[in-house]
């Protein structure tokens, strides 16, 4: 069964709160950008955006591990009906024998860092640099504070501040599909991280959490110029402390866009495109940054999919994927 947005989101929402080991940005779902394919039971969905003649999932199915199969081939079985293609963006490794059985080319095409803060704390040498950052932080009078709902209308304006200057100043624009985008209602709806600097915000970030606590993740993540060195490092500490003391086992730091792809011999074409990008594609996009800053708290690196009918495809989704984004972010 297929749905738009809005109707559909009251049954997104049932989902996720009863899924089997949700991965935290199946919460991408909220945003209000997706169509829907639901199983027959309702219990499982897949989250998607059409594009030319593509269907693009945002991820694997959500819901029911044992519904997940299935509704791969449904997926797959709606697009051909359409006489469009399916692909799946995103794919985290326990769902590529899945996607492999269902005859998808798959690529990697970045690495998730994921952080274990079960019992994080910022005792020991390897914690040093982010020891260093929070003192600084608080040397310099920031604070941390969780914002849980509802958000009062002079604390979102404030947010929204943050985030206008973040653009402005770095000279972005909102994404969407496979990113957050600073949506009121969106980062009303979950708990909010901020750091204030003699009582004014000065960066925050919007949490998804998932249903079993395996799994936080930070969504828009915005901050202003104040001249203090490692205001985000602060707030990550402070989110990674925080939502280990509430049972969260992994912190989701995102993914490393075309990181770990080496460029050998055997390689596929896309990896060697990959990896010239990473290291030569600075102008376009801080790839070697991201990693870098993502680095410094110890993630364990997990590989992230692209799956397509066909490799040669891949390219193409790419491209599409990338104008999705946009015609997401600016709230068409």
Known sequence: MIQDNPQALGRVRSILSAADAPPAEANLALTGDKQFLFS?????????????????????????????????????????????QASFYAARADGLTDLLDARFAVQKIGELALVDIENYDLAGGKKAQQRQARNRALRAGCTFEILTAPIDAQTMSALKSVSDEWLRVNERRERGFSLGRFDPDVISRAPVAIVRMNSDIVAFANLWETCDRSEIAVDVMRYRETGLTGVMDYLFVEIMLWAGAQGYRRFNMGMAPLAGLEAQRFTPVLSRLGTLMFNHGGRFYDFKGLRRFKKKFGPVWEPVYIAAPRRMAIPKVLGHLALLRRQSGSGA
Request: positive net charge.
């Open 40 to 84: 027959g039971t309702g219990k499982s969905f897949i989250m998607y955006g059409v594009k030319g003649r593509h269907m693009i999932a945002m991820g694997l199915p959500v819901g029911l591990a044992a519904e997940r199969k299935p509704l791969i081939a449904a997926f797959r079985e709606l697009a051909k009906t359409k006489r469009m």
